[in-house]
């Protein structure tokens, strides 16, 4: 059975950084794309960042352009990413899912298959 395991998230002040991590469980990774989605309160998901299996391009929504940056050690099985120069509007729950299609606005992306359970990230002023 495929799990996702995130962690990594907390609480942090404004312009701070947190790095999380997205384990895969009961397969191996390299067979898989992987994405980063978030969900604030009140506010629909919304894609944050992908990384392809295939030769580990990188796919960011443009809200956090410059700021995160997404990578893969297959040998770990685990996706991270690194958020730096954090906001306040950054807070939200994030997830990793398995198969995103990342075309686009990050509010129009998606994914097909397994999702993690979560992990808050706040960010205060």
């Known amino acids: 059975q495929v799990q996702l395991v995130e962690s990594g998230g907390g609480l942090v002040q404004s312009g701070g950084s947190l790095r999380l991590s997205c384990q895969l469980i009961g397969t191996n990774l390299d067979h898989y794309t992987i994405g980063w989605f978030r969900q604030a309160p009140g506010k629909e998901r919304e894609g944050v960042s992908c990384i392809s299996s295939y030769d580990g391009t990188t796919y960011y929504a443009d809200y956090v352009k410059g700021r995160f940056t997404i990578s893969r050690d297959n040998a770990k099985n685990t996706v991270y990413l690194q958020m730096n120069s954090l906001k306040p509007e950054d807070t939200a729950v994030y997830y990793c899912?398995?198969?995103?299609?990342?075309?686009?606005?990050?509010?129009?992306?998606?994914?097909?298959?397994?999702w993690g359970q979560g992990t808050q990230v706040t960010v205060s002023s």
């Open positions: 899912a398995t198969d995103p299609v990342c075309l686009g606005k990050g509010s129009t992306w998606s994914a097909r298959n397994h």
